[in-house]
Structure formats: structure tokens, C-alpha cells
């Protein structure tokens, strides 16, 4: 009886720690973990959330980019932080979903974190360098096959979505050519841009400033319907590759353990964030498809999650890829 008073006892002294420590939270800035480099569609998104979050918490969110292995180091940086909600990550597709089925990993994608809140979801666009001889996505797709001993794409690294969006490219195309895997999406860009890749598979928050500016050519948009941002680009239905969609999406998490007051506080900054119409332009004019406020409760983020991994697993495993 007396263990069992003392147990008792000592969980409500640190259930009070735990509330009067969220209550107070937070005390000081907040560090963001990006887990891939500063350029990509990750970072971008990231920086804005920052922006927006810092208002409502009064304490600046900083962003620090922990990079390599398509994720995997920042990811793993995140399920090691210290649970006290001056750490969180924002995560997408690839790095917390599919790089389970790439990778070894020395956590575990949902029991190793607690859902923030989803932000948002986008398709890709594809593009190929300002000098390529294919004028329209048919010919990009003629230029593919016949070229698959020269032809190369980047991607984002292994396993990231765009790796898997060329895999399925090929699948789509029925041709092999060099997929040529960057550190992020950023490198890659930079390497289409100086004509040493012949096309990629980006998102519009990578590719629309190089279109815009003439730096690389738009052939589709990965989706069924057209993008407000760029509406005179066809989507692969128009243009000639039928049924080949493919979208990702972004959310928040922090370490296991962390108190969940003080998840509240985060995913209540994140909610605010996304109702502000100046954070919604930015992410609309990066073609991104915010999620309606009944899912971004964490709850959902937790029940999507787990959908998109019973859904995304085995198609990604059918394809063999694997880290190298």
C-alpha cells in the first residue's frame, strides 16, 4: 500500500510539473528541424510554418537543416531531441513515410513521434533543362526512349518522392534511363538549370521561379487538375501521358513524449499559421493544397499517416528500391 501511495504520489508531482511547464512554454526559441537542404520544396514550406508559428508562440522558431540520407539523419536527429517542445520537424512523403520501406532505420515512423498537425499536400512538376528538343511531354516521352543510354533525370536522393516519381515514370513510360540522386531538390535544380541533367520531377516551389525566368522548360503538371499558380501548364492528361499522377504532402511531429499541452500549443500556432491569409498565399503560390481544419487536428495527422504507409509500402517495395 505504501509503494503503491509513494507511485501514486510522485506521478501527480510530475503530471503537475508537466502541466505547470506547459503552461508556461514557451519560455524560448524553438528550433524547427528540416531534414533535407535549404532550396527544396521542404525548407521553403518549412521557413514559411516558422514564420507563421512564431506569432502566436512569441518565441522565434528557428529553422536548422539537419541533411543526408533522404531525411533519415534529420528524422532520426528529431527522435532523439529531448521532449520538451523546443524541438519539432517537419517531415513529408518521403522522409516519414516511405523512407520506411528504403531504409534500416533506427526508429520507428509512428511510435517514435507525436503528430503536430498535416500543413499541406502538391503535385510535380515536370521539367527538363532550357534546351532540350522535346517540345511538348510527347516528345519528352519519344526523346526518352529513344535516348535511355544518355537520357538522365535528378531527383532529391533515394527514396525521396521524386526518386520514386521517376521510378514510376519509367514504370509509366516503359523505359529505363540514369536516375541521378542530389543531396535535395535544390542541387538538382541548380544542375537542370546548368544543362548537366536532361529533366526532373520538382515541385512547383522549386521549378516555377526557373520557368518563370526561362531557365528550364515546363511540360506537365502531375495532377488532375491544373495549378492556380501556373495554369497554362497542361496536366499529364492533357499533355499526353494519361493517369500519371503523383502528389506529396508535409506535416509536423515532435519527439515521443513530448506533453501533449504542449503538442496542443504547437499544433494551435500551426492551425493559426494556415488561417493567416498571408502564410495561405505564400503556400498557394507554391501550388500547395492546404488541408481543411477538420484534418489537422493530430489525430488525423497520426490516422493518415498510418493510411499512407499501408498504401505506399508495398508499391514502393514491388519496385525495389532500396539505399544504397
Not at 526523346?143 to 531527383?155: F, I
Amino acid at each position: 500500500m505504501t509503494r503503491l501511495l509513494i507511485a501514486v504520489t510522485l506521478a501527480v508531482i510530475v503530471a503537475g510539473l508537466s502541466n505547470a511547464s506547459a503552461q508556461t512554454y514557451p519560455a524560448r526559441p524553438i528550433t524547427m528541424i528540416v531534414p533535407l537542404a535549404p532550396g527544396g520544396s521542404t525548407d521553403v514550406i518549412g521557413r514559411i510554418m516558422a514564420e507563421g508559428m512564431r506569432a502566436s508562440l512569441g518565441q522565434p522558431v528557428i529553422v536548422e537543416n539537419v541533411t543526408g540520407a533522404g531525411g533519415t539523419i534529420g528524422i532520426g536527429r528529431l527522435a532523439r531531441a529531448t521532449p520538451d517542445g523546443y524541438t519539432f520537424g517537419i517531415g513529408q512523403w518521403g522522409t516519414n513515410m516511405a523512407n520506411g520501406a528504403i531504409y534500416s532505420l533506427q526508429y520507428d515512423l509512428i511510435a517514435d513521434f507525436e503528430p503536430i498537425a498535416l500543413i499541406s499536400t502538391q503535385p510535380f512538376l515536370i521539367v527538363a533543362r532550357k534546351n532540350h528538343p522535346a517540345k511538348d511531354l510527347k516528345e519528352l516521352v519519344a526523346w526518352l526512349k529513344a535516348n535511355t543510354d544518355k537520357a538522365s533525370q535528378g531527383n532529391s536522393g533515394i527514396g525521396t518522392p521524386s526518386h520514386v516519381a521517376g521510378v514510376f515514370l519509367q514504370n509509366a513510360i516503359g523505359a529505363r534511363w540514369q536516375l541521378v540522386p542530389y543531396r535535395s531538390a535544390g542541387l538538382s535544380m541548380q544542375d537542370l538549370v546548368a544543362g548537366n541533367i536532361d529533366l526532373t520531377l520538382d515541385t512547383p516551389a522549386v521549378s516555377m521561379a526557373q520557368v518563370r525566368s526561362g531557365n528550364i522548360k515546363a511540360y506537365a503538371v502531375t495532377a488532375k487538375n491544373r495549378i492556380t499558380v501556373a495554369p497554362e501548364i497542361p496536366t499529364t492528361d492533357e499533355a499526353g501521358l494519361p493517369g500519371f499522377y503523383f502528389s506529396f504532402w508535409h506535416a509536423l511531429w515532435a519527439p515521443k513524449g513530448t506533453p501533449l499541452p504542449v503538442v496542443a500549443k504547437l499544433n494551435d500556432a500551426a492551425m493559426k499559421a494556415l488561417a493567416d491569409p498571408s502564410i495561405r498565399q505564400k503556400l498557394v503560390d507554391l501550388a500547395q493544397d492546404i488541408f481543411p481544419p477538420e484534418q489537422l487536428a493530430p489525430q488525423a495527422l497520426l490516422a493518415f499517416h498510418k493510411a499512407e504507409i499501408e498504401k505506399w509500402w508495398p508499391i514502393i517495395k514491388a519496385a525495389g528500391i532500396k539505399a544504397e
